[in-house]
């Protein structure tokens, strides 16, 4: 079976969302980038939440998270999985988020995208490690899962509200 590795955070000392995937798949592995399949609607929400046309370029990608606060990350650092599909996944190493949160302090809310994502840090991170961010699970933005782009993109819009300063007081 394939030992697969995840990327390195993106995220710098104004993140103050961070979103976490499960682990990347392997049209995302392929490109190193995240969310890199075609279908996948990540990008599309990100720009969308904002009303801004979808970019195409990674490096214009990555710096309009940036520039919107929002860091990314996988819950998992490595795991076994012979495909893309998160029901395939085994063995996973979770990455180090006690580091993480210690070395950027502004995260005010962490967002699952998707179920695995949410399963994983629930059962091998814990909430007690969020302190006082805000925790929610979003839908996945993977092609393969049904709900409808324009209602991924409403249930999406809670992270507005955690990327201005204002959001300190929440």
């Known amino acids: 079976m394939n030992q697969v590795r995840s990327f390195k955070p993106i995220i710098d000392s104004g993140s103050r969302v961070l979103i976490l995937g499960s682990m990347p798949g392997v049209k995302s592995l392929e490109f190193q980038q995240y969310y890199a399949h075609p279908q996948n609607h990540f990008w599309r929400i990100i720009y969308g939440l904002f009303d801004m046309p979808c970019e195409t370029e990674y490096e214009i990608k990555l710096a309009f998270l940036k520039s919107r606060a929002i860091a990314l990350w ?5 795991c076994c999985r012979p495909g893309s599909s998160d029901s395939d996944i085994s063995n996973g190493k979770v990455n180090d988020f006690k580091a993480l949160f210690k070395t950027f302090p ?7 995208n ?3 994502a949410h399963e994983t840090f629930r059962k091998n991170v814990g909430f007690e490690i969020l302190g006082d961010r805000f925790y929610r699970k979003l839908p996945s933005t993977s092609p393969t899962h049904t ?21 300190d007081g929440l």
């Open 106 to 112: 502004n995260i005010k809310a962490v967002f699952s």
């Open 114 to 116: 998707g179920t695995k």
């Open 147 to 167: 709900k409808k782009f324009d209602q991924k993109l409403k249930e999406w819009t809670v992270v507005l509200k955690y990327l201005s300063e204002k959001a």
């Open 74 to 78: 996988d819950v998992l650092e490595s």
